[in-house]
C-alpha cells in the first residue's frame, strides 16, 4: 500500500520573500482599506484564513468578510504574478527539493502530493516560479478546498484513494512542512508529519511537536526517503 507524501509549499518547498504576502495585502487594501496588524504571522494558514483573521481583527464582521472574499482573492491572484516576477523578489527551491520531488515521484511505494493553505491557482503561480511542474503533484488539497487546514488531510486521502482505486487509510498519508500547522493538521486523520526548518520556527521549536522526524533541510535525500517510509 503506497504512502501520500504531501508537501507544503511555502517554507517547504520554497521561498518567494514576500511576494505571497505583498499581493495579499494589497488585495486587501485594494478591498477593505487595510492590510490587517503587521504582526500577523501568514505561516500555517490558508489564504481564506489570512483573509479572515485579519480583517476580524480590524473590525470587519464575518458576514462582511465573507461577501468580499471572492473579490479580495481575485485581486490576490491577480498581483501575485507580478510580485513573484519582481526582481527584488526572486522565488528559490529550497535546498535538496528538486532531488526530494524526483525520488518521491519515482519510488514504486510513494504518491507525490501537495498539501497547502494556498488556492489552487497561486500553488500553481509559486511553483512556477520555481521551474516545479504543478501536474507532478498527482494528488492535493488546497486553501481553495476548505478554509480551515485540518480538512484539508481527508479531502487528500480521499483524492488519493480515488486515484489509486482503494481506500488510503489516513497512517497513509505523511505531510512535510515547516510549520506547527503542518504537524498538527493530519492528526485527526492518523496522519504524520516530518517537519523541516527551512520556514520560520527552528528545530528545536518544531520536535515539541512530536513530529515523526525533524530535519533542518531536506537535502539529504536518502535520510529523508528513510523517514518517509518509517513515518
Excluded: W
Aim: charged fraction near 25%; aromatic fraction near 6%; charge should be negative.
Amino acid at each position: 500500500m503506497k504512502r501520500i507524501v504531501l508537501f507544503d509549499i511555502d517554507g517547504t518547498l520554497l521561498l518567494s520573500h514576500g511576494a505571497g504576502r505583498t499581493a495579499m495585502e494589497a488585495a486587501l487594501v485594494g478591498t477593505f482599506g487595510t492590510p490587517g496588524p503587521s504582526t500577523y504571522r501568514y505561516d500555517g494558514k490558508t489564504d481564506k484564513l489570512i483573509v479572515r483573521e485579519t480583517m476580524r481583527a480590524e473590525g470587519f464582521s464575518d458576514a462582511v468578510i465573507d461577501a468580499q472574499m471572492p473579490l479580495v482573492l481575485e485581486r490576490y491572484l491577480a498581483g501575485l504574478d507580478t510580485a513573484l516576477a519582481d526582481v527584488t523578489r526572486q522565488a528559490y527551491a529550497l535546498p535538496g527539493i528538486r532531488a526530494i520531488v524526483d525520488a518521491v515521484e519515482r519510488a514504486d511505494d510513494l504518491v507525490l502530493g501537495l498539501l497547502t493553505g494556498n488556492v489552487v491557482t497561486g500553488a500553481r503561480a509559486k511553483l512556477r516560479a520555481v521551474a516545479l511542474e504543478f501536474d507532478r503533484f498527482v494528488v492535493g488539497a488546497f486553501g481553495s478546498d476548505h478554509e480551515d487546514r485540518p480538512q484539508l488531510p481527508p479531502i487528500a486521502r480521499e483524492r488519493a484513494s480515488r486515484l489509486l482505486g482503494y481506500d488510503v487509510p489516513g497512517d497513509r498519508l505523511v505531510i512535510i512542512g515547516d510549520t506547527p500547522a503542518d504537524i498538527h493538521c493530519g492528526r485527526g486523520v492518523g496522519a504524520r508529519a516530518i517537519a523541516v526548518a527551512t520556514g520560520g520556527y527552528t528545530v528545536t521549536q518544531l520536535a515539541a511537536h512530536d513530529p515523526a522526524a525533524t530535519f533542518a533541510n531536506l537535502s539529504d535525500t536518502p535520510l529523508v526517503l528513510e523517514a518517509i517510509r518509517d513515518a
